[in-house]
Antibody, heavy 123, light 111 residues
Framework: EVQLVQSGAEVKRPGEFLRISCKGS????????IAWVRQMSGKGLEFMGI????????RYSPSFQGQVTISADKSSNTAYLQWRSLEASDTAMYFC????????????????WGQGTLVTVSS | HSALTQPASVSGSSGQSITISCTGT?????????VSWYQQHPGKAPKLMIY???SRPSGVSNRFSGSKSGNTASLTISGLQAEDEADYFC???????????FGTGTTVTVL
């Protein structure tokens, strides 16, 4: 069974650096796109960006371009989402999700999801 | 890319059918077959319920069905059950400057 396991909840101060992770297992991690999705408290899902671990091809939503960095390490089957300088408005739940298309273009559906990582930014 | 438009809430009695709409544009919903629907219970991760407009993943009840007409996709839940109470989000691949966009989300209540 495909599994995506995310790192634990984080509590940070504004201006701090943060990197959260998403580790895939039971499938060929390098050959499936991994997306990051934000969900603020009581709100909807927002697509942030997506990465192909095989060659680190990355696409961002304009809303998040320049605000976060998405990366992946195919040797450890792990994708990352990082902030150089957190803001209070980054407080949210963050999900990673696998795109269904095998070794193909960035088209498909999100067929497996991580359990979510809650990020709280407060002074 | 603006979020796809869904009704904020839909309700129905147990056993009834309900339909949730998801309205986009010719650059997303109207442009391709990669429209999907996700169910999310409180405090849980989303779960894929419908993919490629109308296909059901293995294990998803056949009470869930999807369709599309023009720029609007729809999710129908027939024989509504208490366990169907959840938030539902549509999602579409886009030909715009972001590869994917989600809908605004719909809360389903079983009366």
């Amino acid at each position: 069974e495909v599994q995506l396991v995310q790192s634990g909840a984080e509590v940070k101060r504004p201006g701090e650096f943060l990197r959260i992770s998403c580790k895939g297992s039971e499938y060929s991690f390098a050959t499936y796109w991994i997306a990051w999705v934000r969900q603020m408290s009581g709100k909807g899902l927002e697509f942030m960006g997506i990465i192909y671990p095989g060659d680190s091809d990355t696409r961002y939503s304009p809303s998040f371009q320049g605000q976060v960095t998405i990366s992946a390490d195919k040797s450890s089957n792990t994708a990352y989402l990082q902030w150089r300088s957190l803001e209070a408005s980054d407080t949210a739940m963050y999900f990673c999700a696998r795109l269904s298309a095998f070794a193909g273009p960035v088209v498909g559906n999100f067929d497996s999801w991580g359990q979510g990582t809650l990020v709280t930014v407060s002074s | 890319h603006s979020a796809l438009t869904q009704p904020a809430s839909v309700s129905g009695s147990s056993g009834q059918s309900i339909t949730i709409s998801c309205t986009g544009t010719s650059s997303d919903v109207g442009d391709n077959k990669y429209v999907s629907w996700y169910q999310q219970h409180p405090g849980k991760a989303p779960k894929l319920m419908i993919y490629d407009v109308s296909s059901r993943p293995s294990g998803v009840s056949n009470r869930f069905s999807g369709s599309k007409s023009g720029n609007t996709a729809s999710l129908t839940i027939s024989g509504l059950q208490a366990e169907d109470e959840a938030d539902y989000f549509c999602c579409s691949f886009t030909s715009g400057n972001s590869p994917y966009v989600f809908g605004t989300g719909t809360t389903v209540t079983v009366l």
